[in-house]
């Protein structure tokens, strides 16, 4: 193991800890953890979601009472381990950039990937992460403190919590005052809606700035691993469909990289875009 799988290794173990692996969650444990009461009201709020007219209202609400009382970090292992492996398509597409730059995380959630991020990334500068949930941004503060010491104070030196919605002009105008020449990179991790993004990259990022949304799609169970690497070399189908759904917002969107995660059968999908170019 080289130096820098090494330190990337450090900073998984700290934030995304699987005591049970991926395949199940152990209800005992989580019951004699965080109290029947919790786990009771949690199982009410997550079969709203199910229901075909559940609201991002009702979202919402669970995902709040997931970081406030702390069940994000071991109610759904196969969306922590996403986590951990999306972080890593991150790192290594970010690493890349030539010059320091400033990183707009919209729906941060509870902040593990923009914290991994801010804590390796050499060329990352700045970090606003932002989240309408306080609960969110609360878990996140939490999450810096599970690093080492020298791993906190450069998280605490690199990253800005905000908690706010994104979408509005107020909250645009406040970002700008803060950048006044745009942000660089806009990032987008498994946020809810794609569509609520791309407006604030038009009106918020600098000149050449980028969109980079990470999304993901189911491994069919008759895919075999070494059918993975056919299927991806055409990626004609997510392409498209991101492809689309950029043109309707003045955006140009190329997929950038791949990453295909096993044990929970999905590829984690890195698209970036780009204003499009008006007529001349």
């Known amino acids: 193991m080289n130096t820098e799988e090494s330190l990337i290794g450090r900073v998984t173990d700290s934030l995304w800890k699987m ?6 969650v152990d209800e005992n444990y989580l019951r004699r953890k965080y ?3 919790v786990i009771n009201r949690y199982y009410r709020l997550a079969e709203k979601c199910i229901l075909e007219d559940h ?3 009702d979202h919402q609400e669970l995902m709040d009472y997931v970081y406030k009382t702390g069940l994000s970090d ?6 922590t381990l996403r986590s951990r492996e999306t972080f890593k398509i991150l790192f290594n597409y970010l690493a890349r950039e030539n010059e320091y730059f400033t990183l707009l995380d919209l729906g941060s959630g509870d902040g593990k990937i923009g914290i991994g991020l801010a804590a390796r990334l050499e060329n990352l500068e700045r970090l606003y992460a932002v989240d309408i949930s306080p609960f969110a941004i609360e878990r996140m503060r939490k999450n810096i403190g599970l690093l080492g010491e020298e791993d906190q104070e450069r998280v605490r030196r690199k990253l800005v919590d905000i908690r706010a919605d994104y979408r509005p002009v107020g909250f645009q105008a406040s970002m700008l005052a803060m950048e006044p020449k745009g942000i660089p990179i806009i990032m987008a991790a498994h946020v809810n809606d794609n569509d609520d993004v791309y407006p604030v990259f038009r009106e918020m990022s600098g000149k050449g700035g980028k969109l980079v949304i990470c999304d993901q799609r189911a491994i069919p169970e008759q895919v075999e691993e070494t059918d993975i690497a056919e299927i991806n070399r055409g990626t004609c189908i997510y392409d498209n469909q991101f492809r689309t759904q950029g043109q309707e917002h003045g955006v140009d969107i190329k997929m950038a990289a791949h990453m295909e995660v096993f044990p929970i059968r999905i590829m984690l999908l890195l698209f970036v875009g780009r204003k499009a170019e008006g007529p001349e």
């Open 19 to 24: 005591p049970f692996g991926i395949d199940y």
């Open 35 to 37: 109290g029947n009461k």
């Open 55 to 57: 609201t991002k209202e």
């Open 74 to 79: 071991d109610i759904d292992p196969p969306t």
